[in-house]
Protein backbone atom coordinates (compact mmCIF):
# COMPACT_ATOMS: atom_id res chain seq x y z
CA UNK A 1 0.00 0.00 0.00
CA UNK A 2 0.64 3.50 0.11
CA UNK A 3 1.97 3.92 -3.30
CA UNK A 4 2.54 7.55 -5.60
CA UNK A 5 2.94 7.33 -9.10
CA UNK A 6 5.28 10.66 -10.65
CA UNK A 7 4.93 10.94 -14.57
CA UNK A 8 6.86 11.57 -16.43
CA UNK A 9 10.06 9.88 -15.26
CA UNK A 10 12.04 12.17 -17.55
CA UNK A 11 11.16 15.39 -19.80
CA UNK A 12 13.49 17.23 -22.02
CA UNK A 13 11.83 20.72 -23.28
CA UNK A 14 12.64 23.42 -24.96
CA UNK A 15 13.48 26.55 -23.42
CA UNK A 16 10.47 28.72 -23.07
CA UNK A 17 7.94 26.03 -23.23
CA UNK A 18 5.76 24.85 -19.62
CA UNK A 19 6.44 21.64 -18.42
CA UNK A 20 3.52 19.41 -16.16
CA UNK A 21 4.75 16.86 -13.85
CA UNK A 22 2.00 14.38 -12.61
CA UNK A 23 1.64 13.41 -8.48
CA UNK A 24 -0.69 10.56 -7.97
CA UNK A 25 -1.43 8.63 -4.87
CA UNK A 26 -3.18 5.57 -6.09
CA UNK A 27 -4.24 3.59 -2.60
CA UNK A 28 -4.98 6.59 -0.08
CA UNK A 29 -6.38 10.13 0.12
CA UNK A 30 -3.60 12.40 0.24
CA UNK A 31 -4.22 15.14 1.99
CA UNK A 32 -0.89 16.94 1.92
CA UNK A 33 1.41 16.66 -0.78
CA UNK A 34 5.04 17.94 -1.31
CA UNK A 35 7.02 19.08 -3.90
CA UNK A 36 10.84 18.81 -3.87
CA UNK A 37 13.62 19.62 -5.94
CA UNK A 38 17.21 18.04 -6.11
CA UNK A 39 20.17 19.26 -7.17
CA UNK A 40 23.54 16.92 -8.06
CA UNK A 41 24.74 15.46 -5.06
CA UNK A 42 22.16 17.37 -2.68
CA UNK A 43 20.00 17.07 -0.60
CA UNK A 44 15.92 17.85 -1.31
CA UNK A 45 15.09 21.04 -1.21
CA UNK A 46 11.43 21.97 -0.12
CA UNK A 47 9.49 24.18 -3.02
CA UNK A 48 6.08 24.00 -1.47
CA UNK A 49 3.68 22.53 0.38
CA UNK A 50 -0.38 21.77 -1.05
CA UNK A 51 -3.12 21.01 0.42
CA UNK A 52 -6.15 19.40 -1.39
CA UNK A 53 -8.31 22.43 -2.26
CA UNK A 54 -6.46 25.40 -1.43
CA UNK A 55 -3.56 27.71 -2.28
CA UNK A 56 0.33 25.98 -2.14
CA UNK A 57 1.95 27.37 0.70
CA UNK A 58 5.77 28.22 -1.30
CA UNK A 59 9.04 28.12 0.55
CA UNK A 60 11.11 31.32 0.64
CA UNK A 61 12.59 31.86 -2.96
CA UNK A 62 10.43 30.08 -4.84
CA UNK A 63 9.00 31.88 -7.69
CA UNK A 64 4.98 30.45 -7.15
CA UNK A 65 4.20 32.23 -10.55
CA UNK A 66 6.73 30.03 -12.07
CA UNK A 67 6.43 27.14 -10.12
CA UNK A 68 2.66 26.52 -10.18
CA UNK A 69 1.10 23.70 -7.88
CA UNK A 70 -2.32 22.87 -8.55
CA UNK A 71 -4.06 20.14 -5.53
CA UNK A 72 -7.29 19.69 -7.23
CA UNK A 73 -8.06 16.46 -5.73
CA UNK A 74 -7.21 14.12 -2.71
CA UNK A 75 -4.94 12.22 -5.05
CA UNK A 76 -3.10 14.38 -8.01
CA UNK A 77 -1.05 17.24 -7.40
CA UNK A 78 0.37 18.70 -10.57
CA UNK A 79 3.58 21.00 -10.64
CA UNK A 80 3.70 23.20 -14.14
CA UNK A 81 7.00 24.70 -14.68
CA UNK A 82 6.38 27.63 -16.41
CA UNK A 83 8.58 29.62 -18.93
CA UNK A 84 10.97 26.58 -18.51
CA UNK A 85 15.18 27.82 -19.00
CA UNK A 86 18.18 25.60 -18.52
CA UNK A 87 18.75 26.62 -15.08
CA UNK A 88 15.36 24.93 -13.98
CA UNK A 89 17.15 21.62 -15.37
CA UNK A 90 16.60 19.48 -12.23
CA UNK A 91 15.35 16.21 -10.27
CA UNK A 92 11.76 17.24 -9.39
CA UNK A 93 9.96 14.70 -6.50
CA UNK A 94 6.33 14.85 -4.91
CA UNK A 95 5.90 13.01 -1.52
CA UNK A 96 2.29 12.55 -0.03
CA UNK A 97 1.43 12.39 3.00
CA UNK A 98 -1.67 10.72 4.72
CA UNK A 99 -1.68 12.80 8.03
CA UNK A 100 0.14 14.43 10.62
CA UNK A 101 3.62 13.74 10.41
CA UNK A 102 2.84 9.94 12.31
CA UNK A 103 2.03 7.83 8.38
CA UNK A 104 4.88 8.89 7.33
CA UNK A 105 5.65 10.32 3.54
CA UNK A 106 5.50 8.17 0.24
CA UNK A 107 7.80 10.01 -2.42
CA UNK A 108 7.38 9.36 -6.24
CA UNK A 109 10.29 8.53 -8.02
CA UNK A 110 11.03 11.49 -9.68
CA UNK A 111 11.42 13.45 -12.90
CA UNK A 112 14.46 14.67 -14.62
CA UNK A 113 13.72 18.07 -16.25
CA UNK A 114 16.17 18.68 -18.93
CA UNK A 115 16.24 22.26 -20.12
CA UNK A 116 17.58 22.82 -23.84
CA UNK B 1 13.42 25.82 13.75
CA UNK B 2 14.44 22.18 13.59
CA UNK B 3 17.87 21.13 11.42
CA UNK B 4 19.31 17.82 10.62
CA UNK B 5 23.21 17.37 10.10
CA UNK B 6 24.77 14.11 8.82
CA UNK B 7 28.07 14.42 9.69
CA UNK B 8 29.44 12.35 7.05
CA UNK B 9 28.99 13.33 3.19
CA UNK B 10 30.71 9.89 1.83
CA UNK B 11 31.19 6.26 3.47
CA UNK B 12 33.27 3.96 1.78
CA UNK B 13 33.25 0.23 3.31
CA UNK B 14 34.08 -3.40 1.91
CA UNK B 15 31.87 -5.85 1.37
CA UNK B 16 30.41 -8.01 4.95
CA UNK B 17 31.86 -5.14 6.81
CA UNK B 18 29.79 -3.21 9.45
CA UNK B 19 28.86 0.53 8.99
CA UNK B 20 27.09 3.29 10.88
CA UNK B 21 26.11 6.33 8.93
CA UNK B 22 25.94 9.29 11.64
CA UNK B 23 22.93 11.61 12.27
CA UNK B 24 22.08 14.47 14.53
CA UNK B 25 19.13 16.75 14.52
CA UNK B 26 18.38 20.08 16.83
CA UNK B 27 14.84 20.80 17.75
CA UNK B 28 13.56 22.09 20.59
CA UNK B 29 10.33 19.74 20.10
CA UNK B 30 9.95 15.95 19.93
CA UNK B 31 10.48 14.82 16.37
CA UNK B 32 9.31 12.10 14.11
CA UNK B 33 12.95 10.52 13.18
CA UNK B 34 13.19 8.97 9.40
CA UNK B 35 16.09 7.21 7.57
CA UNK B 36 15.73 7.20 3.78
CA UNK B 37 17.25 5.68 0.87
CA UNK B 38 17.96 6.81 -2.72
CA UNK B 39 19.47 5.03 -5.51
CA UNK B 40 20.47 6.66 -8.89
CA UNK B 41 17.57 8.73 -10.64
CA UNK B 42 14.72 7.40 -8.10
CA UNK B 43 12.59 8.70 -5.11
CA UNK B 44 13.40 8.13 -1.85
CA UNK B 45 12.33 4.46 0.09
CA UNK B 46 11.45 4.25 3.72
CA UNK B 47 14.39 2.43 5.40
CA UNK B 48 12.87 3.13 9.11
CA UNK B 49 11.19 5.37 11.22
CA UNK B 50 11.04 6.05 14.93
CA UNK B 51 7.38 8.03 16.51
CA UNK B 52 7.85 6.77 20.09
CA UNK B 53 8.49 3.64 22.01
CA UNK B 54 11.27 1.48 22.23
CA UNK B 55 14.64 3.41 20.79
CA UNK B 56 16.14 1.00 18.67
CA UNK B 57 13.96 0.53 15.47
CA UNK B 58 14.58 -2.01 12.57
CA UNK B 59 14.10 -1.36 8.94
CA UNK B 60 14.32 -2.73 6.10
CA UNK B 61 17.32 -4.57 4.34
CA UNK B 62 18.50 -5.38 7.76
CA UNK B 63 19.48 -2.03 8.54
CA UNK B 64 18.68 -0.32 12.30
CA UNK B 65 18.93 3.07 13.62
CA UNK B 66 18.65 3.73 17.77
CA UNK B 67 17.32 6.80 19.02
CA UNK B 68 19.67 8.76 21.35
CA UNK B 69 17.68 11.79 23.29
CA UNK B 70 20.15 13.39 25.16
CA UNK B 71 22.70 13.14 22.41
CA UNK B 72 20.14 13.87 19.81
CA UNK B 73 21.20 11.24 17.62
CA UNK B 74 19.38 8.71 15.48
CA UNK B 75 22.52 6.98 14.00
CA UNK B 76 21.67 4.20 11.08
CA UNK B 77 23.55 1.00 11.63
CA UNK B 78 23.55 -2.78 9.55
CA UNK B 79 26.41 -4.97 10.70
CA UNK B 80 27.14 -6.03 7.01
CA UNK B 81 26.90 -4.51 3.89
CA UNK B 82 26.54 -5.49 0.48
CA UNK B 83 27.43 -4.58 -2.80
CA UNK B 84 23.60 -3.50 -3.34
CA UNK B 85 23.80 -1.26 -0.22
CA UNK B 86 25.61 1.11 -2.65
CA UNK B 87 23.67 4.51 -2.46
CA UNK B 88 22.63 7.73 -0.48
CA UNK B 89 21.21 7.89 2.54
CA UNK B 90 19.10 10.57 4.02
CA UNK B 91 17.89 11.65 7.53
CA UNK B 92 15.07 13.08 8.43
CA UNK B 93 12.87 14.44 10.99
CA UNK B 94 9.21 15.83 11.06
CA UNK B 95 7.06 17.42 14.21
CA UNK B 96 4.33 16.35 14.99
CA UNK B 97 1.30 18.32 14.83
CA UNK B 98 1.30 22.08 15.21
CA UNK B 99 1.19 24.47 12.04
CA UNK B 100 4.43 22.81 10.29
CA UNK B 101 1.78 20.41 9.13
CA UNK B 102 4.21 17.79 9.13
CA UNK B 103 7.00 18.53 6.99
CA UNK B 104 10.10 16.88 6.42
CA UNK B 105 13.71 18.39 6.99
CA UNK B 106 16.24 16.87 5.82
CA UNK B 107 20.23 16.53 6.07
CA UNK B 108 22.34 16.65 3.45
CA UNK B 109 22.91 12.98 3.19
CA UNK B 110 25.70 10.31 3.04
CA UNK B 111 26.64 8.42 -0.22
CA UNK B 112 27.62 4.83 0.88
CA UNK B 113 29.74 3.30 -1.16
CA UNK B 114 30.27 -0.70 -0.75
CA UNK B 115 33.21 -2.10 -2.57
CA UNK B 116 33.73 -5.55 -2.93
Known amino acids: GAVVSQHPSRVICKSGTSVKIECRSL??????MFWYRQFPKQSLMLMAT?????????EQGVEKDKFLINHASLTLSTLTVTSAHPEDSSFYIC????????????FGSGTRLTVV | AQSVTQLDSQVPVFEEAPVELRCNYS??????LFWYVQYPNQGLQLLLK??????LVKGINGFEAEFNKSQTSFHLRKPSVHISDTAEYFC??????????????FGRGTQLTVWP
Open chain 1, 95 to 106: SASRGQGAYGYT
Open chain 1, 27 to 32: DFQATT
Open chain 1, 50 to 58: SNEGSKATY
Open chain 2, 27 to 32: SSVSVY
Open chain 2, 50 to 55: YLSGST
Open chain 2, 92 to 105: AVSVPGGSTLGRLY
